[in-house]
Nanobody, 123 residues
Framework: VQLQASGGGLVQAGGSLRLSCAAS????????MGWFRQAPGKEREIVATISWNSAYTYYSDSVKGRFTISRDNAKNTVYLQMNRLKPEDTAVYYCAKDYGKLGSTQIASYDYWGQGTQVTVSS
């Protein structure tokens, strides 16, 4: 599995960005996906997860109500719509494939990672 994240950039506080993550392979619809982020000097943290069939989603408290994760299994793509962005959302964002179907909140459950896309929110 190869994952290619895109859509990052520089945006002012209060603005929006939509991240995309395209996956290779024919089994995309059989596993959960997650978005993570890592700010300079900080550990990588979970942002959102989505189950294989989109029935279950999870959001960290810091993004709940502002970010929306979705997926299109026909296009082998998972998205992260980010609204009302804040300077503290600045980080490199990574998409990752879960070993399972439901969307774990444990980083160790993710076995394939994209290369990351930079999101910078100016105040």
């Amino acid at each position: 599995v190869q994952l290619q994240a895109s859509g990052g950039g520089l945006v002012q506080a209060g603005g929006s960005l939509r991240l995309s993550c395209a996956a290779s392979g024919r089994t995309f619809g059989s596993y959960a996906m997650g978005w993570f982020r890592q700010a300079p000097g900080k550990e990588r943290e979970i942002v959102a997860t989505i189950s294989w069939n989109s029935a279950y989603t999870y959001y960290s408290d810091s993004v709940k109500g502002r970010f929306t994760i979705s997926r299109d299994n026909a296009k082998n793509t998972v998205y992260l719509q980010m609204n009302r962005l804040k300077p503290e959302d600045t980080a490199v964002y990574y998409c990752a494939k879960d070993y399972g179907k439901l969307g774990s909140t444990q980083i160790a459950s993710y076995d394939y990672w994209g290369q990351g896309t930079q999101v910078t929110v100016s105040s």
